[in-house]
Nanobody, 124 residues
């Protein structure tokens, strides 16, 4: 049974950093692309970053390029999202997701399992 458990969220001030983690189990983590998405109150869920099965290929939404870094440790079955220079607009619940394949995908339909989310709040 696939399990994805996010952690690392919290309340930070603008300009600060957070590192999210997603612990995966129940599948061969190293064979699948993974992603981070976020959903702010009253808005649709949006893909933020995706990473291929081996970690070589990544893709980011424009609003986080240069500030967020997605990475993975296949030996630890863990996905990460390093978030620097955080802004109030980054406030959302952040979700990790498992893709149906190993290559990166920017379509939510290509992801078949999602975690329960972790809240990130950026406020002064």
């Amino acid at each position: 049974q696939v399990h994805l458990v996010e952690s690392g969220g919290g309340l930070v001030q603008p300009g600060e950093s957070l590192r999210l983690s997603c612990a995966a189990s129940g599948f061969t983590f190293s064979s699948y692309a993974m992603s981070w998405s976020r959903q702010a109150p009253g808005k649709e869920r949006e893909l933020v970053a995706t990473i291929s099965y081996g970690g070589v290929n990544t893709k980011y939404v424009g609003s986080v390029k240069g500030r967020f870094t997605i990475s993975r440790d296949n030996a630890k079955n863990t996905l990460y999202l390093q978030m620097d220079s955080l802004k109030p607009d980054d406030t959302a619940v952040y979700y990790c997701a498992k893709a149906r394949r190993g290559s990166i995908s920017w379509s939510r339909a290509d992801y078949d399992y999602w975690g329960q989310g972790t809240q990130v709040t950026v406020s002064s």
